[in-house]
Nanobody, 123 residues
């Protein structure tokens, strides 16, 4: 599976942005997907995850209520809709795929990673 994340950019605090992650391969619909992010000088952290069917999602406390993860298995794409962005959301955002259908929040659970897309939120 190859993943390509895009949609990042420079926005102001309070703005919205949608990230997309396009996946290759016919087995995308079987994989759990997630978004992680890594701010300068910090560890990569879990942001949001979604199970293979899209029926169950999970979020980091820091983004709960502001971010929404979704997927379109027909398009082999997973999305991260971000609202009310804050300067502390500034990071490189990575999409990841877990060959198992249920996924989790730990980095080591994910088998495939995209190249990342930079989100910068100015105050």
């Amino acid at each position: 599976v190859q993943l390509q994340a895009y949609g990042g950019g420079l926005v102001q605090a309070g703005d919205s942005l949608r990230l997309s992650c396009a996946a290759s391969g016919r087995t995308f619909s079987r994989y759990a997907m997630a978004w992680f992010r890594q701010a300068p000088g910090k560890e990569r952290e879990f942001v949001a995850g979604i199970r293979w069917s899209g029926g169950s999602t999970s979020y980091a406390d820091s983004v709960k209520g502001r971010f929404t993860i979704s997927r379109d298995n027909a398009k082999n794409t997973v999305y991260l809709q971000m609202h009310e962005l804050k300067p502390e959301d500034t990071a490189v955002y990575f999409c990841a795929a877990d060959a198992r259908p249920y996924g989790g929040s730990l980095r080591q659970e994910y088998d495939y990673w995209g190249q990342g897309t930079l989100v910068t939120v100015s105050s």
